[in-house]
């Protein structure tokens, strides 16, 4: 019991909470116009009850007409009285109830999407503020749809918060007042305990469909994750033939999404069973104490109707208190994840009122770094070098040495534990975070592009450039005529992730809108390294157009693109191993060395085969018959 208690409590925490920063949304204290919006709205919500108050009594006098019975009605016009003109009034009453009605949701409109558009707009921001930890250790997919549920669930909670929960107790409280003078307190007893009864039921029953909402959101998460993941790695699947296998991952969660699916629908079912059998019993008791009344002769027909009516209309607020706290319940459990996201605090933040980072020779220093993920699995071990002012140091060494890591400390994607990281003296942990990556141009291994155009995706790299200086950083980046033999030119899709290109179409495009933003500081990490060996050299000079006369640090698999660099710094283990000059490492016969002769043998191999390929397919290779066995 205790516990069950708790987890009620800790509910009702979190719900108290995730209301409180829905808040500024629902009344946007920067917005005066939508504030008067929300007044009037419902201020119109109150006419509408009124009104809506004021309906059952031309049904009651036009019934009583009928029957032959003669009423003198206090508020209305003694031309309006016929049985006629009651039921003219009636069915007018009803189109104005209906007009305000409308006309509130329609002033609630830009409320209600103002709130979603704002709540979205931080939730994508801040997602973009939160580490590349974070993002490398969540799925997109998943992302994306706790997004796209949390804004749907934001308009339902807003409008019916603001606009529904006060005028429907208003409403409540109008009905029995109008039940007490006319009918008596058993009847307003009567209905009293109906509506405890029924919003008891209806609150009991929500909160225990509430964690089967939240099972189905997690596999509907998990499902959409698995398909998004899959579709990403669409060729990756064809590869190794796991298209079923794909499938059966995919449909393992959708069958949990079913099941949880399914006990959402049958609970709804029970809920609304449950509501109609404690309103009907609250009725039928009402109705049978009006039915003897009229056998009496205390009330008429008309009023036994008028009972009636109100019973009906009174079915609507209180099957709308049951519909709100299921929406806005299953609405906070929508949001919830949402705002869990906004309350994970970014990991890399500007320090109050960081200066921005002021490059005048664009010096970059590494003194004594200390770098490791995780507390138990340090990268990298007192590392220090200095890349002089247009100069250009390149990184190598085996896999897992720290070489990536290197560019993701120099855009601050993540703070180092001890030693200082600096550009002409000053510490990146003292600048702001987008002054210093607008003076850094990255040209990755795999450079990932926009699903648009290719002059979208080259002009990214300076959104306000002109036509012009886009065309010329293609020309200089050597794309520039492959993009002209194409039919639509710069216009042409790129495709998802940029695969209608090839891998070096989509690194000269890298290397375009680099060039485009004109860094002072250039990271090229492994650049080439997932290319063949013609497109390697081929991009190589286009990546010394792009690091002509800038700071650049190389970080590179292949030895052959980085023997020009002035200064060579080989990590092992996170550490320092060797640093030089290509000839001067060459020569120490150490590490570099090592790796050197090992690439060199690869590519003289790949080489031999290449001209053995080209040799065959020109027919030069004469292919021996094969020899017979002596007898």
């Given at each position: 019991?205790?516990?069950?208690?708790?987890?009620?409590?800790?509910?009702?925490?979190?719900?108290?909470?995730?209301?409180?920063?829905?808040?500024?949304?629902?009344?946007?204290?920067?917005?005066?116009?939508?504030?008067?919006?929300?007044?009037?709205?419902?201020?119109?919500?109150?006419?509408?009850?009124?009104?809506?108050?004021?309906?059952?009594?031309?049904?009651?006098?036009?019934?009583?007409?009928?029957?032959?019975?003669?009423?003198?009605?206090?508020?209305?016009?003694?031309?309006?009285?016929?049985?006629?003109?009651?039921?003219?009034?009636?069915?007018?009453?009803?189109?104005?109830?209906?007009?305000?009605?409308?006309?509130?949701?329609?002033?609630?409109a830009r409320v209600g999407q103002h709130a979603v558009r704002q709540l979205a707009d931080r939730t994508f921001v801040h997602m973009h503020k939160l580490s590349l930890r974070f993002?490398?250790?969540?799925?997109?997919?998943?992302?994306?749809?706790?997004?796209?549920?949390?804004?749907?669930?934001?308009?339902?909670?807003?409008?019916?918060?603001?606009?529904?929960?006060?005028?429907?107790?208003?409403?409540?409280?109008?009905?029995?007042?109008?039940?007490?003078?006319?009918?008596?307190?058993?009847?307003?007893?009567?209905?009293?305990?109906?509506?405890?009864?029924?919003?008891?039921?209806?609150?009991?029953?929500?909160?225990?469909?509430?964690?089967?909402?939240?099972?189905?959101?997690?596999?509907?998460?998990?499902?959409?994750?698995?398909?998004?993941?899959?579709?990403?790695?669409?060729?990756?699947?064809?590869?190794?033939?796991?298209?079923?296998?794909?499938?059966?991952?995919?449909?393992?969660?959708?069958?949990?999404?079913?099941?949880?699916?399914?006990?959402?629908?049958?609970?709804?079912?029970?809920?609304?069973?449950?509501?109609?059998?404690?309103?009907?019993?609250?009725?039928?008791?009402?109705?049978?104490?009006?039915?003897?009344?009229?056998?009496?002769?205390?009330?008429?027909?008309?009023?036994?109707?008028?009972?009636?009516?109100?019973?009906?209309?009174?079915?609507?607020?209180?099957?709308?208190?049951?519909?709100?706290?299921?929406?806005?319940?299953?609405?906070?459990?929508?949001?919830?994840?949402?705002?869990?996201?906004?309350?994970?605090?970014?990991?890399?933040?500007?320090?109050?009122?960081?200066?921005k980072l002021k490059v005048q020779d664009a010096c970059i220093k590494f003194e004594n770094v200390d770098f490791r993920y995780e507390s138990d699995r340090p990268i990298l071990k007192?590392?220090?070098?200095?890349?002089?002012?247009?100069?250009?140091?390149?990184?190598?060494?085996?896999?897992?040495?720290?070489?990536?890591?290197?560019?993701?400390?120099?855009?601050?994607?993540?703070?180092?534990?001890?030693?200082?990281?600096?550009?002409?003296?000053?510490?990146?942990?003292?600048?702001?975070?987008?002054?210093?990556?607008?003076?850094?141009?990255?040209?990755?291994?795999?450079?990932?592009?926009?699903?648009?155009?290719?002059?979208?995706?080259?002009?990214?790299?300076?959104?306000?450039?002109?036509?012009?200086?886009?065309?010329?950083?293609?020309?200089?980046?050597?794309?520039?005529?492959?993009?002209?033999?194409?039919?639509?030119?710069?216009?042409?899709?790129?495709?998802?992730?940029?695969?209608?290109?090839?891998?070096?179409?989509?690194?000269?495009?890298?290397?375009?809108?680099?060039?485009?933003?004109?860094?002072?500081?250039?990271?090229?990490?492994?650049?080439?390294?997932?290319?063949?060996?013609?497109?390697?050299?081929?991009?190589?000079?286009?990546?010394?157009?792009v690091s002509e006369n800038r700071t650049t640090v190389v970080i590179a698999h292949r030895l052959s693109t980085v023997i020009d660099a002035d200064e060579i710094i080989v990590l092992?283990?996170?550490?320092?191993?060797?640093?030089?000059?290509?000839?001067?490492?060459?020569?120490?016969?150490?590490?570099?060395?090592?790796?050197?002769?090992?690439?060199?043998?690869?590519?003289?191999?790949?080489?031999?085969?290449?001209?053995?390929?080209?040799?065959?397919?020109?027919?030069?290779?004469?292919?021996?018959?094969?020899?017979?066995?002596?007898?």
């Open positions: 019991m205790s516990t069950d208690t708790s987890k009620v409590a800790e509910t009702d925490k979190s719900t108290l909470a995730t209301v409180k920063n829905l808040w500024p949304y629902m009344w946007p204290s920067d917005r005066p116009d939508l504030k008067l919006r929300v007044l009037y709205a419902a201020v119109f919500l109150i006419l509408a009850k009124l009104v809506t108050a004021i309906v059952p009594f031309f049904f009651k006098y036009a019934t009583d007409a009928l029957d032959g019975l003669d009423q003198e009605i206090a508020w209305l016009p003694l031309a309006l009285t016929t049985p006629i003109m009651l039921v003219v009034g009636f069915n007018v009453a009803r189109i104005v109830m209906t007009g305000l009605n409308q006309l509130r949701d329609a002033l609630f993002h490398l250790a969540r799925r997109t997919g998943g992302l994306s749809r706790i997004i796209e549920r949390g804004t749907k669930g934001i308009e339902i909670i807003v409008r019916f918060t603001i606009l529904n929960t006060l005028p429907t107790i208003l409403e409540f409280a109008l009905y029995a007042v109008i039940f007490a003078v006319y009918f008596g307190w058993t009847y307003v007893a009567v209905i009293a305990v109906t509506v405890w009864a029924y919003s008891w039921f209806t609150i009991r029953a929500s909160d225990w469909r509430i964690q089967i909402r939240r099972d189905m959101n997690e596999s509907d998460t998990d499902a959409n994750s698995k398909a998004i993941d899959s579709l990403l790695n669409y060729e990756t699947v064809k590869y190794f033939s796991n298209e079923e296998m794909e499938s059966r991952r995919f449909d393992a969660s959708m069958a949990r999404y079913e099941r949880a699916a399914t006990r959402t629908w049958t609970s709804l079912g029970w809920l609304n069973f449950g509501q109609t059998l404690i309103f009907s019993v609250g009725m039928l008791a009402c109705m049978i104490m009006s039915a003897l009344a009229v056998q009496r002769g205390e009330q008429t027909i008309g009023d036994f109707v008028l009972i009636n009516m109100f019973l009906m209309q009174l079915s609507v607020p209180l099957n709308f208190i049951g519909f709100v706290y299921r929406e806005i319940r299953q609405g906070l459990t929508d949001i919830e994840a949402m705002f869990d996201l906004l309350d994970v605090p970014p990991e890399v933040v500007d320090k109050p009122q960081a200066p007192g590392v220090s070098f200095a890349v002089p002012a247009g100069k250009t140091v390149a990184i190598v060494g085996p896999s897992g040495a720290g070489k990536s890591t290197i560019s993701r400390l120099l855009f601050r994607f993540y703070d180092i534990q001890k030693g200082a990281i600096t550009i002409d003296d000053q510490d990146l942990r003292d600048v702001q975070q987008e002054s210093l990556r607008k003076m850094i141009g990255m040209v990755p291994q795999d450079t990932v592009l926009f699903n648009d155009t290719i002059a979208y995706n080259i002009r990214y790299g300076r959104m306000d450039a002109t036509e012009e200086e886009v065309i010329e950083a293609a020309n200089r980046a050597q794309i520039g005529d492959f993009i002209k033999r194409l039919p639509q030119g710069f216009d042409t899709p790129v495709g998802e992730r940029g695969l209608k290109l090839s891998g070096g179409e989509k690194q000269r495009v890298a290397i375009a809108r680099t060039l485009l933003k004109a860094p002072p500081i250039l990271i090229l990490d492994e650049a080439t390294s997932a290319l063949d060996t013609q497109t390697e050299m081929e991009i190589k000079t286009a990546l010394d157009i092992e283990d996170g550490m320092i191993a060797e640093r030089g000059c290509h000839d001067v490492l060459l020569k120490q016969d150490g590490l570099y060395a090592a790796m050197w002769n090992r690439q060199l043998e690869a590519s003289e191999a790949e080489q031999l085969l290449r001209a053995a390929q080209e040799a065959d397919e020109r027919g030069l290779v004469v292919r021996h018959p094969p020899i017979e066995p002596a007898e």
